[in-house]
């Protein structure tokens, strides 16, 4: 079973900071996930990754797959951005059993 | 719109009374999932269905069971709740297993008393 540790658990940042949360995971993946979840508890995803970096907006997600680690980084944040982001990953495919870190929770000051 | 659906919402019930989350998508996705979210635990994947028919167990399955007859609907069936099933519920669903993106549902908060 895989271990996926988040790091940190909580990040409190000033508006248009850029921001980094990290996920580490212990075993080999086929597939790496970002999650966001609003304060009112809505789950959207936003990046799927197997190698690489992928970019949608101003938020970036890269992934090492020899360290086993991945970066979610904002840019510019804002106070919408605010909220708690999940990762999680699956050693089969892309969404087949998933684990789930416990979360980094952001907010963003004005 | 497309939309995963959930119901109810919200329900508070007692220890051994069966009821069922049903969960309903409207995108013709092969794949759904439920996951339970608890404090300090996180989200958990209960069950998952890679299409009609097949099902199959993720990391905390025990005290659940699921039915996927139709495409659209996945629902989760508690036969007899415990209140250690007290949790938030999500379903959610993507084109394929291998989709970049899942689309979840609102979410279920379940009490056992």
């Known amino acids: 079973k895989n271990e996926v540790e988040q790091s940190p658990q909580n990040l409190t940042a000033q508006e248009g900071e850029f921001i980094t949360i990290n996920c580490s995971y212990s075993?080999?993946?086929?597939?790496l996930h970002w999650l966001q979840q609003h304060p009112g508890g809505g789950i959207v995803s936003l990046f799927m990754?197997?190698?690489g970096k992928k970019k949608h907006g101003r938020l970036i997600a890269t992934i090492n797959i020899q360290e086993k680690h991945s970066s979610l980084h904002i840019t510019a944040s804002h106070p919408r951005d605010s909220a708690v982001y999940i990762c999680?990953?699956?050693?089969?495919?892309?969404?087949?059993?998933?684990?789930f870190g416990t979360g980094t929770r952001l907010t963003i000051i004005p | 719109e497309a939309q995963v659906t959930q119901n109810p919402r919200y329900l508070i019930t007692v220890t051994g009374k069966k009821l069922t989350v049903t969960c309903s998508q409207n995108?013709?996705?092969?794949?759904m999932s439920w996951y339970r979210q608890d404090p300090g635990l996180g989200l958990r994947q209960i069950y998952y269905?890679?299409?009609?028919?097949?099902?199959d167990k993720g990391d905390v399955p025990e005290g659940y069971k699921v039915s996927r007859k139709e495409k659209r609907n996945f629902p989760l069936i508690l036969e007899s709740p415990s209140p250690n099933q007290t949790s938030l519920y999500f379903c959610?669903?993507?084109?394929?297993?291998?989709?970049?993106?899942?689309?979840f549902g609102p979410g279920t908060r379940l009490t056992v008393l």
């Open positions: 959610a669903s993507s084109f394929n297993y291998n989709s970049n993106t899942q689309y």
């Open positions: 075993v080999g993946i086929s597939a």
């Open positions: 990754l197997s190698s």
């Open positions: 999680a990953v699956s050693i089969n495919f892309g969404n087949e059993k998933l684990t």
């Open positions: 995108m013709n996705h092969e794949y």
């Open positions: 269905s890679m299409n009609v028919e097949v099902t």
